[in-house]
């Protein structure tokens, strides 16, 4: 049975072993450190919502941030939109985490008054790719080494 529910700072060492389970499977370009976790996830002022999916075991096998987009942001997306990141661990691929965890992203986005949502993926992450386009994501521009995707909040 997946849970799923808002992250809190103690999940802040769960959350870095996903990631880091994701790099040691090759799908993440660099490891994480508990540090960086709350710094990018868990304690921005930016944040709208960060939820975290619990296998039946309690163990937290996936997340997704979704933060507002402020002036000068890494990805080029435009001010007031929402910036959504998605991680799931490899072992839990393919069980209706990433859907779960969007269900309940979205509730927050419409909540915050979200029009837009922008998930810029890497070019070269075809798994990325696909699960935003499941999700209902279309591409609407691709800078170089990355194929950004919009969602339209309705």
Not at 34 to 52: A, G, P
Not at 103 to 123: F, H, Q, W
Request: proline share 3%; glycine share 10%; with cysteine.
């Amino acid at each position: 049975m997946l849970k799923i529910r808002t992250a809190t700072l103690d999940d802040a060492a769960a959350m870095t072993a996903v990631q880091n389970e994701i790099f040691a499977a090759g799908l993440r370009k660099t490891p994480r450190d508990i540090e960086t976790i709350l710094k990018v996830y868990l304690q921005r002022e930016d944040n709208i919502e960060c939820t975290v999916a619990e296998n039946s075991e309690g163990r937290i096998i996936g997340f997704q941030s979704l933060t507002y987009a402020r002036p000068g942001n890494p990805y080029g997306v435009a001010e007031g939109w929402g910036i959504i990141g998605t991680h799931v661990s490899p072992t839990a691929a393919r069980q209706g985490v990433g859907s779960g965890l969007f269900r309940a992203t979205l509730v927050a986005a419409k909540a915050a008054g979200l029009e837009n949502i922008d998930a810029s993926i890497g070019a070269d992450n075809s798994l990325g790719q696909a699960y935003y386009e499941a999700m209902g994501f279309r591409t609407y521009r691709t800078p170089e080494g990355l194929v950004c995707k919009v969602y339209r909040v309705e």
